[in-house]
């Protein structure tokens, strides 16, 4: 692991960065369970199975004075008239922050805390995002034509819970209606983390 300071460029037209550890690909099939709309998710993989988001990421030790960042692209689609959307997730230390800044693009970011609030905040080019301690975050793309393209940062220690949501989903579910995105009751969520 290289212990110097460094510098990468943001490469513009390809949407990533000059120097990364990883890139993953993320396609519908691996968000089985994270949209509303079953048929329509169905009728969606049989066609293929679109890149729904990608992150490429700068790995950092996992120590509290560390900060991975990277570049996540979710890129424009719907299931059903549901926007495609991260599959979200706490951080496994509670008490750890993130930062995200847009980059490209038009979306939200949708956070939510075990208290049972929730916030979404848009997410435009030069607007930034404070993810505050304990509060689960999911990046969704209300464009029907742009890539939404943010950089995130956070603490090396927090590690990812993707269980938490996985079990119980979101509160609310960000949908087209009427030609303009709308946040609405996610038919997913779980009151009771019964499964
Ligand atoms: C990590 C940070 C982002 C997300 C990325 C993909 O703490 O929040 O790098 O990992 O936006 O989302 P997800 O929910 O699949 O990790
Ligand atoms: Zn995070």
Redesign the pocket.
Known sequence: MNMQPFGAEILDSENRLSHFNTHVR?PLSSLRDHFADQTAFSRMLQAGDPIV?E?Y?VHRPATAGELPH?L?IVHPGRVGDEYFM????F?TVRGTA?IYYCLKGHGLLLMQNEAGEWVAEELRPRRLVYVAPGWA???INVSETEDLV?L?V?PGH?G?D?SSIERRGFLKSIQRDDGTFRVVDSPKWCAVAEK
Do not use: L
């Open positions: 993320r988001y992150v990421e990277g996540s991260t599959k979200g997730h951080h993130e975050h999911r990046s943010t995130f956070y927090a990812h993707y």
